[in-house]
């Protein structure tokens, strides 16, 4: 019986080699073929034709997300993670920084995309597929980085940072799809390793980081200004030309009032698509 058990087992043993020796000699072929036919189309090996391949994707993917398509900046960033969701680092990386800096409202993905972000980061640093100009921004910052963020005060760790104090102080008080009260300017330092990207095209020197990462981080309160980047011009004037019949502080008032108003729906509603956003995604 044990003689029968044992020569069972020998058959086993020699099939999975035979299974094995015909698998390594499938991939080889395999191989061949492939080297074969990347030598064909003009490249010196298949890292080089990968490397070509991924660069022209990322390059449809940039030419998509800045077509017809995609309503605009508002919208970008949502639909940059959709198209991305299963490319390989090196194309994320190329079109993350070729899009960054043309993606406004970017607070809902903030999850999924700091996910995204540090998923890449382990593979390979996104320094590499800089610009040259972003990289000479990123190589010239100290380490550790002094950074500032102008925001509401929920949103103070967020992922896109400025190194230049007057910028953050200018999103403090309000602009870019961001009017929410209770306003704040954040400083705080990053070790240079956990930040993802660098841009300086919209003239912002903007530093996208890592917010676990952040370091001493304090805050002080912006007050708005009504006059900042909201009152419409006929506000102003009715102001002046009713100054004889109606109290100015009163309608100033009325005023702040609607416009806080309008901020706190503002706030609700992004929060909501947030929500909506992460529950879509799992």
Same mark, same amino acid.
Request: net charge positive; proline share 3%.
């Given at each position: @019986?044990?003689?029968?058990? /044992?020569?069972?087992?020998?058959?086993?043993?020699?099939?999975?080699?035979?299974?094995?020796?015909?698998?390594?000699?499938?991939?080889?072929?395999?191989?061949?073929?492939?080297?074969?036919?990347?030598?064909?189309?003009?490249?010196? *090996?298949?890292?080089?034709?990968?490397?070509?391949?991924?660069?022209?994707?990322?390059? &449809?993917?940039?030419?998509?997300?800045?077509?017809?398509?995609?309503?605009?900046?508002?919208?970008?960033?949502? =639909?940059?993670? %959709? +198209?991305?969701?299963?490319?390989?680092?090196?194309?994320?990386?190329?079109?993350?920084?070729?899009?960054? %800096?043309?993606?406004?409202?970017?607070? $809902?993905?903030?999850?999924? !995309?700091?996910?995204?972000?540090?998923?890449?980061?382990?593979?390979? #640093?996104?320094? =590499?597929? /800089?610009? *040259?100009?972003?990289?000479?921004?990123?190589?010239? !910052?100290?380490? $550790?980085?002094?950074?500032?963020?102008?925001?509401?005060?929920?949103? /103070?760790?967020? !992922?896109?940072?400025?190194?230049?104090?007057? #910028?953050? /102080?200018?999103?403090?008080?309000? @602009?870019?799809?961001?009017?929410?009260?209770?306003?704040?300017? #954040?400083?705080? =330092?990053? $070790? &240079?390793?956990?930040?993802?990207?660098?841009?300086?095209?919209?003239?912002? *020197?903007?530093?996208?980081?890592?917010?676990?990462?952040?370091?001493?981080?304090?805050?002080?309160?912006?007050?708005?200004?009504?006059?900042?980047?909201?009152?419409?011009?006929?506000? *102003?004037?009715?102001?002046?030309?009713?100054?004889?019949?109606?109290?100015? %502080?009163?309608? +100033?008032?009325?005023?702040?009032?609607?416009?806080?108003?309008?901020?706190?729906?503002?706030?609700?509603?992004?929060?909501?698509?947030?929500?909506?956003?992460?529950?879509?995604?799992?």
């Amino acid at each position: @019986m044990l003689e029968v058990d /044992m020569t069972h087992t020998k058959q086993k043993v020699s099939a999975k080699r035979g299974t094995r020796a015909k698998r390594r000699k499938r991939q080889k072929s395999y191989a061949t073929i492939l080297l074969k036919s990347v030598k064909e189309q003009g490249f010196k *090996s298949i890292e080089d034709a990968v490397r070509q391949w991924n660069a022209e994707e990322a390059r &449809k993917l940039v030419g998509y997300l800045y077509g017809r398509d995609v309503a605009g900046s508002h919208t970008r960033c949502g =639909e940059f993670i %959709d +198209v991305i969701f299963e490319e390989p680092t090196e194309v994320f990386w190329q079109v993350f920084l070729d899009v960054w %800096d043309g993606c406004d409202r970017t607070w $809902p993905c903030k999850s999924i !995309l700091l996910s995204l972000l540090r998923q890449h980061h382990g593979n390979t #640093v996104s320094h =590499e597929f /800089m610009s *040259s100009e972003n990289r000479a921004f990123f190589d010239r !910052l100290p380490n $550790p980085v002094t950074v500032y963020r102008g925001c509401a005060r929920y949103r /103070m760790r967020g !992922l896109s940072w400025t190194t230049e104090r007057a #910028v953050a /102080m200018q999103f403090a008080r309000g @602009m870019r799809f961001d009017g929410e009260p209770d306003r704040v300017l #954040v400083t705080a =330092e990053i $070790p &240079k390793r956990w930040i993802f990207g660098a841009f300086i095209d919209r003239g912002e *020197s903007e530093v996208v980081l890592d917010p676990k990462r952040l370091r001493k981080i304090r805050h002080e309160v912006v007050h708005h200004d009504i006059n900042h980047n909201s009152a419409p011009s006929n506000v *102003s004037l009715h102001l002046t030309c009713n100054s004889s019949q109606t109290r100015p %502080d009163s309608l +100033v008032a009325l005023y702040d009032a609607r416009k806080n108003l309008v901020l706190a729906l503002r706030s609700a509603v992004q929060r909501l698509e947030a929500a909506i956003w992460s529950r879509t995604r799992r």
